[in-house]
C-alpha cells in the first residue's frame, strides 16, 4: 500500500502513535492544545519532520513565530527540518500597519481576520501539502474577538481543509480563553499536554487524548519528556496486554538455608518484597538473588534509587560479590535513577526496555521508598507498581523490591504498603541476645507454595550471608521486637569476624 493512501498518518513519535493506535487519521484536522512550554511546537515539528522523510509535502503555517525561531528551536533538540518541510510566517500586510491606511468604519480585527484567514489558503493552495500544522489557534481567538466569530472561523478552516488531503494539526497555548472548548467540539480528535512542576525536581509532562472520533485510543494520562532528538512519550502499562509462556520453575536464592526457609526457592515469574529497618541487609538480599541468576547463566538489571554506584561496587566486592566485573562482563546491567528527575511511566519505560531488549531474567528495585519520591501521590503509586509487577511476573522474570521502614525496632511503619502485591515477603528484624545486636530473617507470606514459619538467625560476613539452623526460643516478632530467651539456642558464633554494614 502506497504511504500517503494508509489511514493513518505517524507522528515520528513512537509512543504516541502507540497511544493514538497507529498515528493521526489522515484527511482530519486535530487539536494539540497545552499552555506555553508544554511541547507544542516540539511534537508538530516531529509529525511535520516525520512526513517529510517520508516524501510528503508539509507546511508549518506560523502565526506568533518567526521561521529563523523555529528553525532554532528545532535545532536544539536535535531535530533536522528538510527542505521538503516549508515554513510560512505570517504576518499582517503592510496595509494593515500603516496608520494612515487603516479604516475608521471598520474594527482593524475585522480586516485581520480576513486577510489572515485569506494568507492561510492561498499558502495551502500554493504548496498543496499533506501535512499541515497551524501555530496558533490564540491569535486567531483574538482576532474573532467572540466566540460566535471564533467558532465560525474554526469551521471555514475544517470545511477548506475537508476539500483536500491534508492532516492538519491545529496549536493552542490556551492563553486567550482557556474555558472556550468551541475546537474540541469541531475538530476530529484532541490531545492535551500539561506541564506539572513538583516542590521539587524537574517539571514533569503529561499528555491525554480527549477525544478521538471513531477511534479506539489507550486513555489516560502519559507521562512524556523532551531531550535531545524530540519528544518520548511513555504510554500508560497494561500488564494485561503483555503475557508470554515460560515454565513456572522453583529458583534457588545459592544458599541452602535461606532456600529452606523459602519452601525451597522462589517460583520464576513471582516478586519478592525484602522490608526492615534500614541496615539489616535488605539490598544484600537482593543481591545474593542477582548472583544466583548470573550463576545459572542468565541477565539481570538492577535500578538503583538511593545508593551511588561506586560506594555500592566497593561495598558489594567487600562482601565477595564483584558486581562490576559483572557489568563489565555483560552478566548485569546496573542503573542509578535520581527520584527526583524521572516520572514513573518513564521509569516503567525503562524497565520495560530491559526486559525486552537485555532479556533480563531478575530484575531489582531497590527501593522503593526511592521510587515513591518520583510520585505525587501514593495510591498512583501503588497501581503503578502493580501492573509493572503483573508485566514483569507474565513475561518470566523474578522481581526483588526493597522497602526501609521508619524506625529501628518497636512500632516500624513502612511508607507505602505494598506487601499485598508481592508473592513472597522476607521480613528482616534487628534482636538483641547475649548482650549484641544480631540479625532474623524469616517468611510471612508466600503465594506460590508452603515455607517455614520458623525465624533464622543471619550474618553478614566477608564471603556474604550465612543463615543459622531455624530458632525457636523467640518472642515479640510480630511487634518487631524479636527477643530470644532461650539459654542454649542455636545462635551463630560471632568468633573472631567482625559484621559488615548492610
Sequence with gaps: MNELTATKAKTGIEGLDD???????????????????????????????????????????????????????????????????????????????????????????????????????????????????????????????????????????????????????????????????????????????????????????????????????????????IRTGGVAVFP???????????????????????????????????????????????????????????????????????????????????????????RDEGSIYIEQLDAAELSPGEFAQRVRDRVASYDAKTVVIDSVNGYQASMPEENALILHMHELLQYLNRQGANTYLTVAQHGLVGDMKSPVDVTYLADTVVLLRYFEASGKVRRAVSIIKKRTGRHEDTIREFRITETGLKLGEALSDFQGVLRGVPTFVGKNGPLLSVGSEEDNNS
Excluded at 161 to 179: E, G, Q, R
Excluded at 274 to 287: C, D, H, V
Excluded at 294 to 300: D, I, M, N, P, S
Excluded at 303 to 310: A, H, N, R, V
Design 19 to 225: 497511544i493514538l493506535s497507529g498515528g493521526l487519521s489522515r484527511r482530519h484536522v486535530f487539536l494539540l492544545e497545552g499552555s506555553p512550554g508544554a511541547g507544542k511546537t516540539t511534537i508538530a515539528l516531529q509529525f511535520l519532520s516525520e512526513g517529510a522523510t517520508r516524501g510528503e509535502r508539509c507546511l508549518y503555517i506560523s502565526l506568533s513565530e518567526t521561521e529563523e525561531e523555529l528553525r532554532d528551536g528545532a535545532a536544539s533538540h536535535g531535530i533536522e527540518l528538510p527542505d521538503v518541510l516549508k515554513i510560512f510566517e505570517l504576518v499582517p500586510p503592510e496595509s494593515l500597519l500603516d496608520p494612515d491606511q487603516q479604516q475608521s468604519l471598520l474594527y482593524s480585527s475585522d480586516l485581520e481576520l480576513g486577510e489572515t484567514t485569506k494568507l492561510i489558503f492561498q499558502e495551502f493552495e500554493r504548496v498543496k501539502p499533506e501535512r499541515v500544522v497551524i501555530d496558533s489557534l490564540s491569535e486567531i481567538r483574538l482576532l474573532a474577538q467572540s466566540s460566535l466569530r471564533y467558532r465560525r472561523q474554526i469551521l471555514a478552516l475544517k470545511h477548506f481543509f475537508s476539500k483536500s488531503n491534508a492532516t492538519v494539526l491545529l496549536l493552542d497555548d490556551m492563553t486567550a480563553d482557556t474555558l472556550d472548548k468551541t475546537v474540541h467540539s469541531v475538530v476530529h480528535g484532541v490531545i492535551h499536554l500539561e506541564q506539572l512542576v513538583p516542590e521539587y525536581g524537574a517539571e514533569r509532562r503529561r499528555l491525554r487524548v480527549i477525544k478521538y472520533r471513531g477511534q479506539a485510543y489507550r486513555g489516560g494520562y502519559h507521562d512524556f519528556i
Design 236 to 326: 500508560r502499562l497494561r500488564a494485561s496486554e503483555h503475557r508470554i509462556g515460560f515454565e513456572r520453575v522453583t529458583l534457588s536464592s545459592g544458599i541452602g538455608e535461606f532456600d529452606n526457609l523459602l519452601g525451597g526457592g522462589v517460583e520464576r515469574g513471582s516478586s519478592t518484597l525484602l522490608i526492615g529497618p534500614a541496615g539489616t541487609g535488605k539490598s544484600l538480599f537482593a543481591l545474593q538473588f542477582v548472583v544466583a541468576t548470573v550463576a545459572r547463566g542468565e541477565k539481570a538489571a538492577l535500578f538503583l534509587f538511593d545508593e551511588e554506584l561506586g560506594l555500592l561496587f566497593a561495598r558489594t566486592k567487600a562482601l565477595g560479590f564483584d558486581l562490576k566485573k559483572m
